[in-house]
């Protein structure tokens, strides 16, 4: 019985010198825990960074001139108050999809393996993006946008490849990446729905004179981020690899039944395969805590970032500052640009220094101020009768509280990951993360758009009532925050 055991053991060892998921379950041991940081897997990182990054891309591409596309459609039978109910609608339902189909998409990575689900989403999220540019009725919008929600329901299964590659020496440096890509799609999504919308208007001598473009104004800023799409599809098709422990183990067992059958005999397959822990004791008091963070984050974040460009192109009289698309778009990028070079250079730093816990009370803090600004821009552009030098510093401090909510989703995603009870439970966490999060998402911009819209329309609190609601939630949601457990990341 020696032999077929020295030989199974020497297949595990070289399997494991070349298997990701299996250095992960031995950096886990505590004698490696005192070794250095672990180099991070950078190549197929940047793969499934780039298949992330088309979600902030297809979900916020469209905030310049999804209000000016609502009212094309004729939906509001041009009634401007109103445009906050259905550009809601429209914003919502791209969370509403991405939560249904969250769960489904990790259970089917879970059996069928990682790289097939994260192969088939980009490449679907690119045809619906097309369909949403193109569109020409409320009901067509409606249709494109649940699409883009189904197809982007995989970034949960692309947050557990990232904790199946990492390991506790390296987690809180790819964590900061997500932050990073969330900030330059904040970036670079606006700036390309602001500046190519309407490419009639902003390029009259080179494609706006395409006939295409003219009849659908919308539609090329939609293109491209399609476009983006179908790269990342191309890149992960010849170079993702699978990361699944299961899916991995299947095969590791099948190549040294193979090469250790003769002497291993019937042995080697009375196994039996890990199976899946159940919801019960995966649930635990620290999960449930950070489950109720995350959730309660994500609808207030997504409040005051849906508010953003509602607010701003809107009139002053009623509420806003009446920037254009183009406008909306040039603040954006132009805050984008150096909050990306923020996160990718001092995030990482300051989670380790400052910590989880701290990062994500900071967050919530920051995301209350940004709610404080909404009302101050509006009263300063009133009293002046138009925007000036005092509102644009209002607005960089402004958006200065927004670059804090990106450490905030950093923050909780290293929670998702270190408060795993155990490595099968990985890929369920993140789903049920995911779904329970995307669902408040959902709920927060049509929650905040028509609440504005409300407040407007009957004058609530002089039109600022919505803002009074949302802060009281979020102070409500720092103490919660407070209760947090410590994790040491240093």
Request: charge should be neutral.
């Amino acid at each position: 019985m020696e032999q077929p055991t020295t030989l199974l053991h020497e297949a595990e060892r070289r399997l494991s010198a070349s298997d990701p998921s299996n250095r992960i379950e031995h950096d886990s041991e505590p004698e490696n825990r005192q070794q250095r940081r672990t180099p991070l897997p950078t190549a197929q990182l940047a793969i499934v960074i780039l298949i992330q990054f088309t979600e902030p891309l297809s979900a916020e591409v469209i905030y310049p001139f999804v209000n000016q596309f609502v009212r094309r459609t004729g939906i509001t039978n041009h009634n401007e108050k109103r445009t906050g109910y259905y550009a809601g609608i429209i914003e919502s339902l791209f969370f509403v999809a991405e939560a249904v189909t969250a769960l489904p998409w990790q259970i089917a990575a879970d059996r069928f393996g990682r790289r097939p689900i994260l192969l088939f989403a980009p490449l679907g999220l690119a045809f619906s993006m097309f369909l949403f540019g193109s569109a020409k009725v409320f009901l067509t919008l409606v249709i494109a946008r649940c699409l883009q929600g189904i197809f982007n329901g995989n970034l949960g299964v692309a947050r557990t490849v990232m904790g199946e590659l990492t390991d506790s020496t390296n987690r809180a440096e790819a964590m900061s990446l997500i932050p990073v890509l969330w900030s330059v799609g904040t970036c670079l999504a606006p700036f390309i729905g602001g500046v190519f919308s309407t490419p009639e208007d902003h390029f009259p001598r080179s494609i706006g004179k395409i006939q295409y473009l003219r009849d659908n104004p919308y539609f090329l800023p939609c293109a491209i981020i399609g476009c983006l799409s179908m790269l990342a599809f191309l890149l992960a098709l010849t170079s993702l690899k699978e990361t699944s422990p299961v899916i991995l183990k299947s095969k590791r067992k099948k190549q040294m039944a193979t090469e250790a059958q003769p002497l291993l005999d019937g042995h080697f397959h009375s196994e039996e395969e890990p199976s899946s822990p159940l919801i019960k004791d995966i649930l635990t008091r620290p999960v449930l805590l950070v489950l109720g963070t995350y959730m309660t984050f994500a609808f207030v974040e997504m409040c005051t970032y849906a508010l953003t460009p509602l607010v701003w192109s809107t009139s002053i009289a009623n509420g806003g500052l009446g920037f254009t698309a183009y406008n909306i778009g040039l603040i954006n990028a132009g805050f984008g640009i150096p909050n990306a070079l923020f996160q990718i250079f001092f995030l990482s730093r300051i989670l380790r220094w400052a910590g989880p816990k701290r990062l994500t009370v900071a967050a919530f803090i920051g995301n209350f101020l940004v709610i404080v600004f909404f009302p101050l821009e509006n009263h300063l552009a009133r009293s002046i009768e138009g925007v000036d030098w005092r509102v644009g510093v209002a607005i960089v401090a402004h958006l200065m509280c927004v670059s804090t909510l990106y450490a905030g989703y950093a923050s909780i995603d290293l929670y998702l990951l270190e408060i795993t009870p155990s490595p099968e439970a990985l890929g369920t966490i993140q789903g049920l993360a995911q779904a329970l999060a995307v669902i408040c998402r959902a709920c927060g911009p049509e929650f905040a758009t028509s609440l504005f819209a409300l407040s407007m329309e009957r004058n609530l609190w002089n039109g600022y009532f919505v803002y009074l609601v949302l802060g009281v939630i979020d102070v409500s949601a720092i103490f919660v925050a407070r209760s947090l457990p410590t994790l040491n990341i240093s």
